[in-house]
Nanobody, 127 residues
Framework: HLVESGGGSVEAGGSLRLSCKVS????????IGWFRQAPGKEREGVSG?????????YYADSAKGRFTISSDSAKNTVYLQMNNLKPEDTGVYYC?????????????????????WGQGTQVTVSS
């Protein structure tokens, strides 16, 4: 249902744009979250967007000011633009989807509330 792309290896300060192609229908009913997992660490919420309410967004403190999430309903795709990347941003990035209409935006960053997951894409940031 979800396919991520756009990962890669960059130096600190560089940028990447991740894409999440969503085949769930209707696209506008779903909230999409981005999560990451570094080796030996728990999965953490990075950002999320709720298509059902016009695009409310959530950002983890670590992402604020550097990452931007956006949604293109014509392409059924959600993007995560990541700028000024840091080595601590390294990990496998997953997108997830579920219907979260009516939930507070903080829930967009909680993995337990999503039932549909992509396979992940690796992001490596070198110092």
């Amino acid at each position: 249902h979800l396919v991520e792309s756009g990962g890669g290896s960059v130096e600190a300060g560089g940028s990447l744009r991740l894409s999440c192609k969503v085949s769930l229908s209707p696209f506008d009913d779903y909230a999409i979250g981005w999560f990451r997992q570094a080796p030996g660490k728990e999965r953490e919420g990075v950002s999320g967007i709720d298509n059902s309410d016009g695009g409310s967004t959530y950002y983890a403190d670590s992402a604020k000011g550097r990452f931007t999430i956006s949604s293109d309903s014509a392409k059924n795709t959600v993007y995560l633009q990541m700028n000024n990347l840091k080595p601590e941003d390294t990990g496998v990035y997953y997108c997830a989807a579920d219907r979260l209409s009516g939930f507070d935006i903080r829930y967009l960053g909680l993995s337990d509330y999503y039932n549909y997951w992509g396979q992940g894409t690796q992001v490596t940031v070198s110092s």
